[in-house]
């Protein structure tokens, strides 16, 4: 059996590092929040809400791609997995270009 590497589920939510109101998407899926670029580790594969983690996701390295756009490298604070994933238009572009910044990575 195939499995499916993007699920849409896109809604609203209140991000849990910043705690500002964060609004969907029309064009996409969003699993980040476009103000402080946190998440949460929810999902297994992109949006399928399947990983118990339940941990911030803390952005640590953003990376231009001239076909993709900004790439988000995450760190899960609770259980430490990497993750990526690309920018909204709408994210914070001085927040994704300090974080171009190979320095701002910190081993915890």
């Known amino acids: 059996m195939k499995n499916k ?3 849409k589920n896109d809604e ?4 849990k590092n910043c705690e500002k ?8 899926s969003r699993n980040h929040c476009p103000f402080c670029l946190h998440s949460v580790h929810a999902d297994i594969m992109p949006g399928d809400r399947l990983n118990d983690c339940g941990g911030i996701l803390e952005p640590f390295l953003t990376q231009p791609d001239l076909k993709k756009g900004w790439i988000i490298n995450f760190r899960c ?18 927040l994704l270009i300090k974080l171009t910044n190979p320095d701002n990575y910190k081993k915890r």
Do not use: Q, W
């Open 77 to 94: 604070l609770k259980c430490g997995a990497h993750v990526r994933n690309k920018a909204a238009k709408d994210d914070n572009k001085s």
């Open 21 to 28: 109101a964060v609004e969907p998407l029309i064009y996409s």
């Open 5 to 7: 590497r993007f699920t």
């Open 12 to 15: 609203g939510f209140i991000c």
